[in-house]
């Protein structure tokens, strides 16, 4: 009989992002340092421009490391309309990725971009993401019309576009609005 999984906790991360410095020793991601349980893990117009410091390996722009085995049409791990345009600094840039540190074939990319000007340094890189240049990641056009034509509600979109910035969820640009954690 084939073995059956219970689906009870996936991470999902919905219109969200992650701003000032992560620090350790093995393992960082903005979202997630390691993902390895039998849930699946979903990111959906999502942002962080996180300033990452590694002393060891396995470091993401959104997750250190990512081995989840799922992989079917109800329960798919992927990154959608998302992008990192913070800094990575790692002693083993082997083991180090724009967006994903250590990853399987079980995560699917759509829509994901990273400033491949800042990450440089960067050796490897995710396969189906879409290094920009710092200029061309704050230009509307350089973005698929699925990431720049997500709706929230008929009036409110997702994202919002200022001219020389990189693209900000639509609640972001209040200059009213933030959000810390200590």
Sequence with gaps: APA????????????????GTIAGESNIGSFIGISEKLYSTGIYN????ANLKISKNNCGGFFGVFFN??????????????????????????????????????????????????????????????????????DKNAFSCN???????SQNPVWRFIPEYAPKLYFENKSYFFIYFD
């Design 4 to 19: 059956s999984y219970t689906y009870t906790c996936p991470n999902l991360f919905t219109r969200c992002y992650v701003n």
């Design 46 to 49: 999502c942002h962080s421009s």
């Design 69 to 138: 085995p799922i992989f079917d049409n109800s329960h798919l791990n992927s990154i959608n309309n998302s992008y990192f345009n913070g800094t990575i600094e790692c002693s083993n840039l082997i083991t180090s990725k724009p967006i994903v540190g250590q990853d399987n074939e079980y995560i699917v990319y759509n829509d994901v971009y990273y400033d491949a000007e800042t990450l440089s340094n960067i050796i490897k890189t995710n396969d189906g993401i879409i290094g920009l240049s710092s200029e061309r990641l704050t």
């Design 147 to 153: 990431f720049k034509y997500q709706y929230m509600s």
